[in-house]
């Protein structure tokens, strides 16, 4: 998942907007929910692994509950029409409800926990770079506008020396 970190912020944003392009132009259909669960799907995951490489660059520890919210909100796509079809058929509306409540739970406390993470993983890199967990939170919610914004800043963390010398000075 290293070429996730490496890819330019143009390059992400069209491997996350093209397939939401593609959705719009077509009627729902089986390639049309494959296109929804792959995009979410590359989207989640290029969240956790920036996080764990700043997580790897800092000393910071990974939260409990956070890698079961990564995987909830990884199959919460394919559980969405897996269950929305089947509870659809057996007039089964309040557990579909309560699986939603929780999917979507889980994926607002990924969000959430990532956005603190990235944060506070960049205030341990830049420590004068102001950092606010709501701005880093409203970037990762509005997903394909946000990882233009967001892959440059980390990528240059992620490039930081350990000795924090500035990379842009010679001496």
Known sequence: MQFLLNLKN?????????PILLMIVMSPSIFW?????????????????????????TSLKIPGYYRFAFFTSLIYPFCFVIIDH?????????????IHI???????????KSAKLTSDSIFSIYPTEDTRILDYFFLYWIGVIGVWTLQPKIKTALEYPEDGRDPNQIF
């Open 10 to 18: 143009w390059h992400l944003f069209l491997l996350l907007f093209i």
């Open 33 to 57: 929910m494959l296109l929804m669960m792959a995009s979410l799907g590359l989207y989640f995951t290029w969240i956790f692994v920036v996080n764990l490489a700043l997580i790897k660059k």
């Open 86 to 98: 089947y509870f659809a058929t057996y007039n089964l509306n309040s557990l579909d409800a309560l």
């Open 102 to 112: 929780f999917m979507m739970f889980n994926s607002f406390y990924f969000i959430y």
